[in-house]
Protein backbone atom coordinates (compact mmCIF):
# COMPACT_ATOMS: atom_id res chain seq x y z
CA UNK A 1 0.00 0.00 0.00
CA UNK A 2 1.21 3.20 -1.00
CA UNK A 3 1.34 6.25 1.66
CA UNK A 4 1.35 10.01 1.27
CA UNK A 5 3.58 12.13 2.96
CA UNK A 6 2.58 15.24 4.70
CA UNK A 7 4.12 17.48 2.96
CA UNK A 8 2.67 16.03 -0.47
CA UNK A 9 -0.52 15.75 1.21
CA UNK A 10 -0.25 19.90 1.75
CA UNK A 11 1.14 20.55 -1.81
CA UNK A 12 -1.91 18.76 -3.41
CA UNK A 13 -4.06 20.94 -1.16
CA UNK A 14 -2.68 24.23 -1.72
CA UNK A 15 -2.80 23.04 -5.80
CA UNK A 16 -6.57 22.54 -5.46
CA UNK A 17 -7.39 25.60 -3.27
CA UNK A 18 -5.80 27.64 -5.87
CA UNK A 19 -7.22 26.24 -8.83
CA UNK A 20 -10.64 26.96 -6.85
CA UNK A 21 -9.42 30.51 -6.25
CA UNK A 22 -8.28 31.56 -9.55
CA UNK A 23 -11.37 29.78 -11.21
CA UNK A 24 -14.10 32.53 -8.94
CA UNK A 25 -11.51 35.39 -9.87
CA UNK A 26 -11.96 34.52 -14.07
CA UNK A 27 -15.77 33.79 -13.23
CA UNK A 28 -15.74 37.31 -11.61
CA UNK A 29 -14.04 39.06 -14.58
CA UNK A 30 -16.12 37.04 -17.55
CA UNK A 31 -18.75 38.98 -15.32
CA UNK A 32 -17.97 42.74 -15.15
CA UNK A 33 -14.41 42.72 -17.43
CA UNK A 34 -13.88 44.05 -20.53
CA UNK A 35 -16.19 45.56 -23.06
CA UNK A 36 -19.61 44.47 -21.73
CA UNK A 37 -20.95 44.75 -18.04
CA UNK A 38 -23.07 41.83 -16.96
CA UNK A 39 -24.49 43.46 -13.59
CA UNK A 40 -26.95 40.55 -12.87
CA UNK A 41 -29.12 38.33 -14.69
CA UNK A 42 -31.69 35.75 -13.79
CA UNK A 43 -32.63 32.38 -14.83
CA UNK A 44 -36.25 31.97 -16.55
CA UNK A 45 -38.60 29.18 -16.78
CA UNK A 46 -37.69 25.99 -14.53
CA UNK A 47 -39.94 24.01 -16.10
CA UNK A 48 -42.44 21.85 -14.51
CA UNK A 49 -46.12 22.57 -13.17
CA UNK A 50 -47.58 24.39 -9.67
CA UNK A 51 -50.75 24.81 -9.00
CA UNK A 52 -53.44 25.76 -5.82
CA UNK A 53 -57.21 25.58 -6.58
CA UNK A 54 -58.48 26.47 -9.93
CA UNK A 55 -55.21 27.64 -11.08
CA UNK A 56 -52.19 26.14 -12.88
CA UNK A 57 -48.99 27.61 -13.63
CA UNK A 58 -47.08 25.62 -16.39
CA UNK A 59 -42.58 26.82 -17.04
CA UNK A 60 -40.30 25.70 -19.73
CA UNK A 61 -36.90 25.57 -19.32
CA UNK A 62 -35.25 28.76 -21.99
CA UNK A 63 -37.99 30.49 -21.83
CA UNK A 64 -37.05 34.26 -22.24
CA UNK A 65 -38.10 36.70 -19.49
CA UNK A 66 -41.77 37.02 -18.98
CA UNK A 67 -41.58 40.78 -18.12
CA UNK A 68 -44.81 42.39 -17.35
CA UNK A 69 -48.11 41.09 -17.76
CA UNK A 70 -51.63 41.03 -16.98
CA UNK A 71 -55.00 40.43 -17.76
CA UNK A 72 -58.17 40.23 -16.04
CA UNK A 73 -57.68 40.70 -12.14
CA UNK A 74 -54.34 38.94 -12.80
CA UNK A 75 -50.78 40.99 -12.97
CA UNK A 76 -47.52 38.91 -13.94
CA UNK A 77 -43.59 40.21 -13.00
CA UNK A 78 -40.86 37.69 -14.40
CA UNK A 79 -37.64 37.66 -13.06
CA UNK A 80 -35.90 38.02 -9.58
CA UNK A 81 -35.43 41.34 -9.27
CA UNK A 82 -39.07 43.41 -8.11
CA UNK A 83 -40.30 46.78 -10.38
CA UNK A 84 -41.94 47.48 -13.53
CA UNK A 85 -45.57 48.46 -13.43
CA UNK A 86 -46.24 46.35 -10.02
CA UNK A 87 -46.08 48.37 -6.92
CA UNK A 88 -45.03 47.77 -3.56
CA UNK A 89 -47.03 49.75 -0.87
CA UNK A 90 -44.93 52.38 0.60
CA UNK A 91 -44.75 55.79 2.13
CA UNK A 92 -46.30 57.35 -1.14
CA UNK A 93 -49.11 55.56 -0.59
CA UNK A 94 -49.13 56.06 3.15
CA UNK A 95 -49.27 59.97 2.08
CA UNK A 96 -52.37 59.86 -0.09
CA UNK A 97 -54.27 57.65 2.64
CA UNK A 98 -53.08 59.87 5.34
CA UNK A 99 -54.60 63.08 3.12
CA UNK A 100 -58.28 61.37 3.96
CA UNK A 101 -57.27 60.28 7.53
CA UNK A 102 -61.00 60.17 9.60
CA UNK A 103 -62.63 62.12 6.42
CA UNK A 104 -66.19 61.31 7.39
CA UNK A 105 -67.84 62.19 3.48
CA UNK A 106 -66.42 59.23 1.20
CA UNK A 107 -68.74 58.58 -1.62
CA UNK A 108 -68.73 57.53 -5.52
CA UNK A 109 -68.57 61.09 -6.14
CA UNK A 110 -64.68 61.54 -4.21
CA UNK A 111 -64.03 57.73 -5.14
CA UNK A 112 -64.31 56.80 -2.00
CA UNK A 113 -62.39 59.71 -0.55
CA UNK A 114 -59.33 58.93 -3.31
CA UNK A 115 -59.19 55.53 -2.50
CA UNK A 116 -58.45 55.83 0.95
CA UNK A 117 -61.69 54.20 2.15
CA UNK A 118 -61.02 50.14 1.64
CA UNK A 119 -63.76 49.24 2.64
CA UNK A 120 -66.13 51.27 1.31
CA UNK A 121 -68.05 51.98 4.50
CA UNK A 122 -68.39 56.30 3.81
CA UNK A 123 -65.28 57.03 5.74
CA UNK A 124 -61.72 56.38 6.55
CA UNK A 125 -61.03 55.05 9.49
CA UNK A 126 -59.31 52.41 11.70
CA UNK A 127 -60.62 49.57 9.84
CA UNK A 128 -58.90 51.49 6.38
CA UNK A 129 -55.79 51.51 8.17
CA UNK A 130 -55.55 48.14 9.45
CA UNK A 131 -56.07 47.11 5.79
CA UNK A 132 -53.43 49.48 4.72
CA UNK A 133 -50.96 48.16 6.86
CA UNK A 134 -51.54 44.71 6.36
CA UNK A 135 -50.50 45.34 2.74
CA UNK A 136 -47.28 47.54 3.54
CA UNK A 137 -44.28 46.93 2.04
CA UNK A 138 -46.12 44.11 0.29
CA UNK A 139 -46.67 44.20 -3.39
CA UNK A 140 -49.78 46.01 -4.17
CA UNK A 141 -52.86 43.77 -4.36
CA UNK A 142 -54.56 43.70 -8.08
CA UNK A 143 -57.02 46.93 -7.92
CA UNK A 144 -55.02 48.86 -5.52
CA UNK A 145 -56.54 52.21 -5.38
CA UNK A 146 -53.83 54.47 -3.75
CA UNK A 147 -51.34 53.42 -7.22
Known amino acids: MKQFSFNKMIWYVNVVVS??????????????????????????????????????????????????SSGGNYELLGGFWPGGPLCIVSFDDYARFAEWWLEPDCNKENNWCGGADFEPDGDVDFVDLERFVAEWLCYCPVGWPLK
Open 19 to 68: VICLSLVSHTLAQSGGQYELSWSTIDGGGGRSSGGDFTLTGTIGQPDAAY
